[in-house]
């Protein structure tokens, strides 16, 4: 039972920029001795940096006005002058603090229109009025905030701390459940006599004066009994934003017209039977195909353990970087399966170069996986962001990879080999049949096209609420209507890639395998347009190297998702 309260701070994020930032690269109060809990692997690959801060509380030690820190800038210094200017990019493009208070994030919550209440899990450093006179971001609370070409720094917090009490319930002490803050901007003119209250902390866009920024604080403490700890969560989680199913229904109706639409293209329900002798016929670039399949294998499984063990609460968010830990582990332990499917499948083709088709299984789309990230790796390390990792977790990826992946992967190839290849009812004809002229509906690229609409307009509604969560900074939670969905795209994608397939083969063409394989893959090329259409539509994204980065980490989800549907 400790009266010792800490407040940790985390990384600094913008919905206007990529790069996160640690709290010590902007010039704020900082602890004496710098602590830092241990990290996972997780929370390393997102980027988050969690340190120990110079706010330390007593229980139920109520503080008014107290002082942090004092930052004096000097306009002759430059090091005075970079750090400044730092401090006014922040708030220029609205970066936000993430505060923790035993493992709660501090959130600030605020009236939005409608007269609900909207918690944010992080607030604002300071906000900018441009030099003709528009309101930006925060500065919008208060109307004192509106000389123009002005930033007002948020120099002072009032935290209230919401605690459930033991002693009804006969155990001693009491529980944390609720942290919230109201950021505010004071002008403390005389350090030894703060009073906290007054004009706001201006800081003018041209830097000429010497300036002196001091930091304070206030907190109270409140009982709140009917908030029981383990739902502490929930306040967080019911502000945000909600969903709609009526999308479902539409769709459901859209899938039912193509099928009908396309069974009476097909009269024809004889075709099938003729093309029996060339139906086996391996395809072409079989081994390429064989590998595709191994590591979509692979994927799968990978997704489908996640997302069950984060729908039973294993991963929750109060378990920081759990997820993508997680995803990490399963997808290196899971080279196995993909070896044996890539090493049985490539078999089965009739394929001589059996040593190629285990290292491109093993090297081939991780290889580019990690390629694109150490390049965006090198952009945010260029840039000093927080989200760069350290070169030692790079070198424990690497080795995770070919350490227990690739083996792995070598012994699950080793017994697909081993195996007798597929045994196919019918024999191959000596001479490849005809094809007859095929109707638009049954062309190669029509079929494709077509067949990614359906799965992809499954994971349509989700798809927004999780770029939401990783670019806008929201929090996740609907693992269980995101496994829901998971099925339902799975069915979608067999049940399209069956149907056209069908249709394809009564039409006489007999060129399946691959036409299989990109049919709900396509899915993935309507993913990158909805992420290419999300970025110019949502997100308010600026400079080069922030728009590099979200079309380099895109380009893996595409890919990954890619492999996976098909």
Same mark, same amino acid.
């Given at each position: 039972?400790?009266?010792?309260?800490?407040?940790?701070?985390?990384?600094?994020?913008?919905?206007?920029?990529?790069?996160?930032?640690?709290?010590?690269?902007?010039?704020?109060?900082?602890?004496?001795?710098?602590?830092?809990?241990?990290?996972?692997?997780?929370?390393?690959?997102?980027?988050?940096?969690?340190?120990?801060?110079?706010?330390?509380?007593? #229980?139920?030690?109520?503080?008014?006005?107290?002082?942090?820190?004092?930052?004096?800038?000097?306009?002759? /210094?430059?090091?005075?002058?970079?750090?400044?200017?730092?401090?006014?990019?922040?708030?220029?493009?609205?970066?936000?603090?993430?505060?923790?208070?035993?493992?709660?994030?501090?959130?600030?919550?605020?009236?939005?229109?409608?007269?609900?209440?909207?918690?944010?899990?992080?607030?604002?450093?300071?906000?900018?009025?441009?030099?003709?006179?528009?309101?930006?971001?925060?500065?919008?609370?208060?109307?004192?905030?509106?000389?123009?070409?002005?930033?007002?720094?948020?120099?002072?917090?009032?935290?209230?701390?919401?605690?459930?009490?033991?002693?009804?319930?006969?155990?001693?002490?009491?529980?944390?459940?609720?942290?919230?803050?109201?950021?505010?901007?004071?002008?403390?003119?005389?350090?030894?006599?703060?009073?906290?209250? +007054?004009?706001?902390?201006?800081?003018?866009?041209? #830097?000429?004066?010497?300036?002196?920024?001091?930091?304070?604080?206030?907190?109270?403490?409140?009982?709140?009994?009917?908030?029981?700890?383990?739902?502490?969560?929930?306040?967080?989680?019911?502000?945000?934003?909600?969903?709609?199913?009526?999308?479902?229904?539409?769709?459901?109706?859209?899938?039912?017209?193509?099928?009908?639409?396309?069974?009476?293209?097909?009269?024809?329900?004889?075709?099938?039977?003729?093309?029996?002798?060339?139906?086996?016929?391996?395809?072409?670039?079989?081994?390429?195909?064989?590998?595709?399949?191994?590591?979509?294998?692979?994927?799968?499984?990978?997704?489908?353990?996640?997302?069950?063990?984060?729908?039973?609460?294993?991963?929750?968010?109060?378990?920081?970087?759990?997820?993508?830990?997680?995803?990490?582990?399963?997808?290196?332990?899971?080279?196995?399966?993909?070896?044996?499917?890539?090493?049985?499948?490539?078999?089965?083709?009739? +394929?001589?170069?059996?040593?190629?088709?285990?290292?491109?299984?093993?090297?081939?789309?991780?290889?580019?996986?990690?390629?694109?990230?150490?390049?965006?790796?090198?952009?945010?390390?260029?840039?000093?962001?927080?989200?760069?990792?350290?070169?030692?977790?790079?070198?424990?990826?690497?080795?995770?990879?070919?350490?227990?992946?690739?083996?792995?992967?070598?012994?699950?190839?080793?017994?697909?080999?081993?195996?007798?290849?597929?045994?196919?009812?019918?024999?191959?004809?000596?001479?490849?049949?005809?094809?007859?002229?095929?109707?638009?509906?049954?062309?190669?690229?029509?079929?494709?096209?077509?067949?990614?609409?359906?799965?992809?307009?499954?994971?349509?509604?989700?798809?927004?609420?999780?770029? /939401?969560?990783?670019?806008?900074?929201?929090?996740?939670?609907?693992?269980?209507?995101?496994?829901?969905?998971?099925?339902?795209?799975?069915?979608?994608?067999?049940?399209?890639?069956?149907?056209?397939?069908?249709?394809?083969?009564?039409?006489?063409?007999?060129?399946?395998?691959?036409?299989?394989?990109?049919?709900?893959?396509?899915?993935?090329?309507?993913?990158?347009?909805?992420?290419?259409?999300?970025?110019?539509?949502?997100?308010?994204?600026?400079?080069?190297?922030?728009?590099?980065?979200?079309?380099?980490?895109?380009?893996?989800?595409?890919?990954?998702?890619?492999?996976?549907?098909?």
């Amino acid at each position: 039972f400790q009266s010792l309260i800490e407040l940790f701070v985390n990384r600094l994020d913008s919905v206007e920029s990529v790069l996160p930032y640690e709290y010590d690269a902007f010039d704020f109060c900082q602890d004496t001795e710098e602590k830092r809990p241990s990290e996972n692997l997780g929370q390393v690959l997102f980027g988050e940096r969690i340190a120990s801060s110079p706010y330390k509380f007593t #229980f139920k030690k109520q503080e008014t006005c107290k002082k942090v820190c004092t930052r004096s800038y000097d306009p002759g /210094n430059s090091a005075d002058k970079s750090k400044l200017a730092f401090l006014k990019k922040g708030m220029q493009l609205n970066y936000q603090h993430h505060w923790i208070i035993d493992n709660m994030p501090v959130t600030w919550c605020y009236d939005v229109e409608d007269g609900q209440k909207y918690c944010n899990p992080g607030f604002p450093i300071g906000c900018f009025v441009t030099p003709d006179g528009r309101v930006k971001d925060a500065c919008v609370i208060n109307s004192e905030f509106n000389k123009k070409n002005t930033f007002y720094l948020f120099n002072h917090v009032d935290i209230t701390i919401m605690y459930h009490s033991g002693k009804d319930e006969n155990w001693p002490g009491a529980r944390l459940v609720m942290a919230r803050l109201r950021p505010q901007s004071y002008k403390h003119t005389d350090e030894n006599n703060l009073s906290c209250e +007054g004009p706001p902390m201006e800081i003018p866009g041209e #830097f000429t004066n010497k300036l002196n920024l001091i930091y304070t604080y206030s907190v109270t403490f409140e009982e709140k009994n009917n908030i029981k700890w383990a739902s502490r969560w929930d306040y967080i989680l019911e502000s945000m934003p909600h969903t709609n199913i009526q999308w479902f229904s539409a769709l459901c109706i859209f899938a039912k017209d193509i099928v009908d639409f396309i069974q009476e293209d097909a009269q024809e329900e004889f075709g099938w039977k003729l093309v029996h002798g060339d139906v086996f016929r391996p395809p072409r670039k079989g081994m390429l195909l064989s590998v595709f399949l191994g590591q979509g294998t692979q994927i799968f499984i990978m997704t489908f353990i996640t997302l069950f063990l984060a729908c039973l609460g294993f991963l929750s968010p109060a378990n920081r970087g759990a997820l993508m830990t997680c995803a990490v582990v399963l997808w290196v332990l899971l080279g196995t399966p993909a070896g044996y499917v890539s090493a049985r499948m490539y078999k089965t083709f009739r +394929g001589e170069k059996w040593k190629t088709n285990v290292l491109l299984t093993a090297l081939l789309c991780p290889g580019i996986v990690f390629a694109d990230f150490f390049i965006m790796n090198l952009i945010l390390w260029v840039k000093g962001s927080s989200a760069a990792i350290p070169f030692g977790t790079l070198v424990a990826i690497l080795a995770m990879w070919f350490g227990i992946s690739v083996p792995l992967t070598f012994v699950g190839a080793y017994f697909g080999f081993k195996e007798k290849s597929i045994e196919h009812p019918v024999r191959t004809n000596q001479i490849p049949r005809q094809i007859p002229e095929q109707s638009f509906f049954t062309k190669p690229l029509p079929g494709i096209i077509m067949g990614g609409i359906l799965p992809f307009g499954c994971i349509f509604i989700q798809l927004f609420f999780i770029l /939401n969560s990783i670019w806008s900074h929201q929090m996740y939670y609907m693992f269980g209507f995101l496994f829901l969905v998971f099925i339902i795209l799975l069915i979608t994608c067999s049940e399209a890639t069956v149907l056209l397939c069908y249709f394809h083969l009564c039409a006489e063409d007999y060129h399946w395998w691959w036409r299989s394989f990109l049919t709900s893959s396509f899915t993935a090329v309507y993913l990158f347009i909805y992420a290419v259409h999300y970025f110019f539509s949502k997100l308010q994204i600026t400079g080069t190297a922030s728009t590099i980065l979200y079309f380099g980490y895109t380009m893996i989800m595409v890919l990954i998702f890619f492999l996976f549907t098909g």
